[in-house]
């Protein structure tokens, strides 16, 4: 069995992995033409958000690997944290199945297959946290 410790640390580095397809986004969905019919302040609001779902995901790899030990070692912050970034992704992976349709748009096939990676790491992600904070609690 592997050890929550283990669990918690390749989850912080899976956070890094989601960061490179993160980058690719604004590219692939060609958010400079996309965006260019919104007012000026909306098209900095959509920017700005997305730079802080990068910096929470950031943070989220940063914290698993730097201190896989400590939150494995549970404790009420621990669980709290393991619980918060399961909740994210499983967010997330709700988000991807049931609102986003790529369908709508005429990807190449290595998008889509990226796509479908992700929504693989994103399954990932909610399984390695909700495990940790299962473990964590009982």
Not at 15 to 44: G, M, N, Q, T, Y
Not at 92 to 104: P, T
Request: aromatic share 18%; glycine share 6%.
């Amino acid at each position: 069995m592997i050890s929550t410790k283990d669990l918690i640390f390749a989850g912080g580095l899976i956070h890094f992995s989601i960061l490179s397809a993160s980058v690719c986004v604004p590219f692939v969905l060609d958010w400079k033409s996309e965006l260019s019919s919104l007012r000026p302040f909306l098209r900095r609001l959509f920017w700005i958000y997305g730079v802080f779902i990068i910096l929470v995901i950031v943070g989220f790899g940063v914290v698993s690997v730097r201190n896989a030990a400590f939150l494995a070692a549970g404790g009420p912050l621990a669980r709290d944290f393991c619980v918060l970034v399961a909740v994210f992704w499983a967010f997330r992976l709700f988000i991807q199945c049931f609102v986003f349709d790529i369908r709508e748009l005429n990807f190449p096939r290595w998008v889509r297959t990226g796509y479908h990676m992700l929504t693989a790491a994103f399954v990932t992600m909610t399984a390695i946290y909700g495990a940790a904070a299962l473990r964590l609690y009982f």
